[in-house]
């Protein structure tokens, strides 16, 4: 049990569900659903007279508000008296006769049926920019929420002939390859297609326009389009190799604001609410719950650790705590500070000296060092146990302001994770500001310590304890797990066993059906193991608050209503409880059973004190 403790200390972003991923952009991006209500045969003329504006349909991001704005003009041609039946096929295509509804509508009009996918698909490879243009806006609206369509196009080798088009020279054509790729690789069900794209050379595609093209709605679609990508598990590290430095260099360090001249708030403000910056966010955070490797690329990538925390800092300065952008970065930075002092250099986080400690003495300087008197005693190294920070003062290990990576577990980033749990209300962004407070927290290395006593001397306690009386399942699970690691601290133990306990308590479920999943159940058990281990008083107070019979109905209910793993982490807070001697008389006093799990696959025995007299039976 103690293995699976250490186990829930930590919070990675994963799951291949990673717990944003599956919000983030397996819904992923937004799709154009509105079209021309008559489109004809896609003619062969270069003359753009005739324009019809169409609209971006509304698109939904799970709980988030829809948007509507104007879409770029696109540039459509309706039937035009020039054509008459005997017009000239498209690119050695076969001429087809009117259909015959068409023709009986109005025998003095004529108008060409709608061409067949195939057709659309080879007018791709058309020598006629517009053509080609207008066949990527065809497909595009052809795949709206049709996943049979864009499994045919894909069949058909539409995907390839897209991400041909994407280094066109036609500013309208790349527009629309864009779109249309976007809509292509929309959904759970489109990963063939993701993988497609990725296979036809796509993602090198989609950077060198990224990098070329001056206009802001095909770098609003270049992103959208890696966005929805980096929700496929396959495609993942293909982006994260290929485009995670231009992305950092072209659209996050830009946009930030990070190490550029000082801007007026209404430029941070223009820039930090940009779609270009909000799809490119959304990206990072689908690649950052890819695996370690995704990750390390992501900690050693020059600039970007330091950009998401600045656009952090800047929208808390300007309190805006609930936009997909801030969401996006904090989500990111708590997948980035999963695991950091196993999958982290020892150098980069212990510094030379303790480097130095952890690799042993040196021979060679051993033989050197003599004095009058012989060989000379060492002094022996203060190890990082004897460099204790208290949350005040210089912090051991760091002798300038941190850059790079080590921002992630200095303890200045405990300030703004703390402002966003107490500001915002969004609970993604909840959930991932507690997230990462705990697996920053999680572990006996030094700068766990200090992430520890950071929260306390910035009155962060408070904060997580209040976080425990949401009604929202995941942020409570996040704020019991960084509890249970704050509660590491011997002075934090005594705080929360103190001011939050009830609340605790109050979250374990009783007679009725819990309100709670079972992931969350546990943590919170785990928390209250934490809080009770080594110290008698608050022990006593999980007793006095009606803690003990709650725990033992969960210890009751395996196989029926909890887990095994719920059972466990509730017997093991029973039994911690037990260790305590000078308490039973207590136990016995308020009445209440207790239950201990002697082998937890198999026996599970219940003991009742009366408090007459003690007596013990199996249930």
């Known amino acids: 049990l103690n293995s699976q403790l250490g186990q829930d200390a930590r919070s990675p972003d994963c799951h291949v569900t990673p717990i944003y991923e599956d919000r983030t952009f397996q819904n992923p991006l937004y799709q154009i659903l ?12 270069t003359s753009q007279c005739s324009t019809l504006r169409y609209q971006r349909g509304l698109f939904s991001m799970g709980s988030m508000a829809t948007h509507s704005d ?13 054509y008459t039946r005997h017009a000239t096929a498209l690119d050695n295509a076969v001429t087809r006769s009117p259909s015959i509804d068409s023709v009986h509508k109005d025998p003095r009009e004529f108008a060409w049926r709608d061409p067949e996918l195939s057709e659309v698909i080879r007018m791709l490879q058309h020598h006629f920019p517009s053509v080609q243009a207008n066949a990527a806006a065809y497909i595009q609206h052809l795949c709206y929420g049709d996943n049979r369509i864009k499994a045919e196009v894909c069949r058909l080798g539409g995907i390839r002939h897209l991400v041909d088009l994407l280094d066109h020279k036609t500013l309208e054509v790349q527009r629309n390859a864009c779109g249309a790729l976007r809509n292509l690789v929309y959904g759970k069900a489109t990963d063939d297609n993701k993988v497609c794209v990725r296979n036809s050379g796509g993602i090198p595609a989609l950077v060198r326009l990224l990098r070329k093209t001056p206009d802001t709605e095909v770098r609003e679609l270049v992103t959208g389009v890696l966005w929805n990508l980096s929700s496929c598990d396959s495609v993942k590290m293909t982006i994260t190799r290929d485009a995670l430095g231009p992305l950092t260099n072209t659209v996050i360090i830009p946009h930030s604001g990070w190490g550029a001249a000082p801007q007026r708030e209404d430029q941070k403000l223009k820039l930090h609410s940009s779609l270009v910056l909000r799809n490119t966010t959304g990206c990072l955070r689908n690649l950052s719950s890819a695996g370690e490797e995704a990750r390390r690329q992501m900690r050693c990538c020059e600039g970007l650790i330091d950009s998401l ?27 980035l500070s999963y695991r950091l002092e196993l999958e982290m250099p020892p150098s980069r986080l212990m510094g030379t000296q303790d480097l130095d400690t952890l690799l042993g003495p040196d021979t060679s300087s051993k033989q050197a060092d003599y004095s009058c008197w012989g060989l000379r005693k060492k002094k022996k190294k203060r190890s990082w146990q004897d460099q204790q920070w208290d949350g005040v003062g210089p912090i051991p290990g760091f002798s300038g302001s941190p850059k790079g990576a080590e921002m ?5 980033v405990v300030k703004p994770y703390l402002t966003l749990l107490a500001e915002s209300s969004n609970p993604a962004t909840l959930e991932g500001a507690a997230g990462s407070l705990q697996n920053l927290s999680a572990g006996t290395w030094r700068f766990a310590a200090y992430i520890r006593a950071a929260v306390r001397k910035e009155k962060g306690l408070p904060i997580l304890v209040e976080l425990l009386r949401m009604d929202n399942d995941r942020v409570v699970c996040s704020v019991a797990t960084a509890l249970r690691n704050m509660a590491l601290d011997a002075r934090n133990k005594e705080l929360i066993g103190k001011y939050a306990m009830r609340d605790l308590v109050t979250r374990l479920p009783g007679n009725g059906p819990s309100l709670l999943s079972d992931e969350t159940v546990a943590a919170v058990c785990c928390a209250l193991h934490e809080v009770t281990s080594r110290n008698m008083e608050n022990a006593r107070a999980l007793a006095q608050t009606g803690g003990i019979d709650k725990l033992v109905t969960i210890s009751r209910g395996r196989g029926e209503r909890y887990s095994m793993k719920v059972v466990k982490a509730a017997a093991q807070v029973l039994n911690t409880l037990w260790q305590y001697r000078d308490l039973r008389t207590f136990y016995k006093k308020v009445h ?3 239950s201990v799990v002697r082998d937890p696959d198999v026996l599970v025995t219940f003991i009742l004190w009366d408090p007459i007299k003690s007596t013990q039976r199996k249930i």
């Not at 509105?34 to 003329?45: D, K």
């Not at 656009?311 to 708590?334: F, G, M, Q, W």
């Not at 992630?408 to 200045?412: D, F, G, Q, R």
């Open 309 to 335: 925390l600045y656009i952090i800092k800047t929208c808390v300065n300007t309190s805006d705590y609930d936009s997909k952008i801030v969401e996006n970065c904090v989500c990111t930075l708590r997948n």
């Open 408 to 412: 992630l577990w200095h303890p200045s």
């Open 592 to 594: 209440v059973l207790y």
């Open 70 to 82: 104007t879409y770029r003009p696109a540039h459509y041609r309706q039937s035009d008296p020039n």
């Open 34 to 45: 509105t079209f021309p209500q008559w489109f004809g045969t896609l003619q062969r003329t």
